[in-house]
């Protein structure tokens, strides 16, 4: 009989010794929770194996809504840059005038000849940026002369626009290129004449106090669905002559390129998303 109510005693001391155990791994967790807000966090996720599904789970903060764009149309928290209805918001970069590049009955802007580049008033950092160009017809000239243009992420970093249909240039600076950085992955572009989209995520560098680069840029660019650049590192600008160069700087606008060469290259439905 005394055997036995031992026995009953270390079972129970047994289940209370498990079910302090519990509570000690429990605790723990509620405070990480607290203080994140319910986010789970990553030192969390190397702590002890959740048993139930609930832990691995969170409501706050809600994710925002947006509406995707029906026909085209931009997604219901994009900063519209250009819709075609004019060229407010945008300047040339040499002067700061407004900008005198072309406006079009059909939503679209053409490279004035010998305007010069023009930007965006706004800066940006992180975006996601929509952006669609066309090449001229006819075609006039070859390699880097063929409706050469180019967007330019933070004003500095270039995205190469140009009619690359049967019309060969060094693979580094071919459209889709990250200019004299980075060929695409791929050449998906239209047949001359039609409309091109670019697609891009961008992620802007960043500076310690004294202007020295401690994280690089990032792109990744999708041309007509196809990515061409895969979160590619930016190593710096992208200039005709010369190494890329790190300048510190913080937001910067969008620039669209007039190459000077007559290249005639038309943009329309322009937005972005900051990141
Ligand atoms: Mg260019």
């Not at 929509?130 to 967007?151: M, T």
């Amino acid at each position: 009989m005394k055997v036995k109510q031992t026995s009953v005693l270390m079972a129970l001391l047994a289940v209370l010794t498990f079910s302090c155990k519990e509570k000690v791994v429990v605790e723990p967790m509620e405070e990480i929770e607290s203080e994140s807000d319910g986010v789970i966090t990553h030192s969390e996720y190397a702590g002890e194996e959740p048993t139930t599904p609930e832990e691995t789970e969170y409501y706050e903060p809600k994710v925002p809504v947006v509406k995707p764009g029906e026909n085209g149309a931009p997604p219901s928290d994009a900063i519209v840059l250009f819709d075609g209805s004019s060229l407010d918001g945008w300047m040339h970069t040499k002067d700061s005038t407004a900008a005198k590049w072309h406006l079009n009955k059909d939503g679209s802007m053409t490279v004035a000849d010998k305007t010069g580049n023009i930007r965006t008033e706004q800066e940006f950092g992180d975006i996601q940026l929509h952006i669609e160009w066309k090449s001229p017809l006819p075609v006039q000239r070859n390699g880097q002369n063929r409706a050469n243009s180019g967007v330019f992420l933070n004003g500095i970093y270039e995205v190469q626009v140009l009619d690359n249909n049967e019309n060969d240039t060094y693979v580094n600076g071919q459209v889709g290129s990250l200019y004299k950085q980075g060929p695409p992955l791929a050449m998906a572009s239209v047949p001359t004449g039609e409309w091109n989209v670019y697609d891009i995520i961008y992620h802007a560098p960043e500076f310690n106090e004294e202007g020295g680069k401690t994280k690089s840029a990032t792109i990744t660019v999708l041309q007509n669905g196809v990515v061409i650049q895969d979160n590619t590192e930016i190593m710096g600008t992208t200039p005709y002559i010369g190494w890329p160069k790190n300048p510190p700087h913080g937001k910067g606008p969008l620039m669209l390129q007039d190459h000077g060469d007559d290249s005639r290259v038309s943009y329309r439905n322009i937005w972005v998303r900051e990141l």
